[in-house]
Each structure stands twice: as C-alpha cells, then as structure tokens.
C-alpha cells in the first residue's frame, strides 16, 4: 500500500492529501482510492493547517457552537473550534466558546447518543459535523437527523475530502474535492465496475484506516 502512495495538492492549503489507488471496500460503498488522512488527523501541525482552512471556509455571520467529531478528528476539531473563536465568529452559547464533543453509537452503530451531561452542548446549538472523509453523504444524514433529534440546530458538515457538495441541503465544506481526484468512484456494490471485472478488493476500509484483504 505505501509503495502506491501519492500525495495531491490544491491551491487550498499546503498539506497534502495521501491517496492510494486500488480496489476498496467502505461501510457504504466500494471506492478506487483510500484516502490517508492518518497524518492530518495526529501530527499536530497538519491537524493545525487543515482547521485554519476549514474555519477559513464560513462566512463571518456563520453561527457555530458546537463541534461533533466523527471519524477521530478531535485534534483538528479542537483546533478549528480555536480558529473560529480567534475570528470572532458568533457564538450564543452563554460561556462565549465553541464546544467540541464525541458521540457513542447505539448498538447497531445506527444512531448517534449524547449522554445527559452533553446533551446542553447539542441543544438549541448551532452544530456542525466535522469528518475525514465523506462519499455517500449516508454519515451526514444520520448526523444531522440526530442531532435535531437531541434539540440541535444542524449548520452543515467540512470534511477533509468530499465527493458531495452538500447533503439534504446542508452544505458540505471540504479541502479537496473530486476535482482535485478526476477519476474518483463510488458506487455501490451492485454497480461497482471493479466488482464485475473481477478485480479483487485489496482492503476494507474505514475512519480508523485499512485492512488488507
């Protein structure tokens, strides 16, 4: 896998994104590139980048409370919740700061759960979903379903990379795009043209990273 490895770069930021070109197997769908955002997710001057560049991406009237953190990017949510507040961006929770929370997952991993001493961080806020990576939009739909659920008030997503502009109406800001991945597919598996060559899947693949097959 590491031999494959290449790394893009846009005009957007100067951390690149890792991408390896193969056969691979998401929760949702099967994709021709694993995204590598292992870096950008633990080395602190990555995390750090690709926070100013998302914060940079809402307007100055954008109202952000609280930020949810999927997929282990709580370092470069931590960091982006610091980049909005030094912008000055609206806040109307009473502490004048953003928040910055982890959900659990019910036990068919469907819903998301805020435990009783979060739930004041969801509800009547203004809360963005923060990603790695997105393809399907599925994530982000049953994010901001549950969040409405909990009494919050879903803003949108960013996402490192995004296939989609935006998901049910809410817009998805991301870094790369497939723009910068011309010949980026997903598709289910049913339709997936690797699967009906015959191409063998070389990992599955998920938010914590890969495993091959």
Known sequence: MESRTVKLYNKNTTVPLKVVRGHFATNHSHVN???????????????????ATLAGQYVANSIVD???CLDGTQVIGAFMAQELTRAGYGSINAHGTIYVVTPEYDSSNQMMLFRDNLRPMIENKHVIVLMASVTTGITIRKSMN????YGGIPVGASAIFSAVDDVEGY????????????????CTV????????????????????????
Do not use: W
């Open 171 to 186: 817009p998805v800001h991301a870094i790369f795009h497939t723009a910068d991945l011309p010949d980026y597919q997903s």
């Open 146 to 149: 549950c969040i409405s659920y």
């Open 66 to 68: 609280t930020i949810v």
């Open 33 to 51: 590139y694993y995204i590598d955002m292992t870096t950008l997710k633990t080395r602190v001057s990555e995390a750090e980048a690709v926070a």
């Open 190 to 213: 049913q339709e997936c043209p690797m699967c009906a060559a015959g191409q063998r899947i070389d990992a599955l693949v998920n938010s914590y990273g890969y495993s091959k097959l």
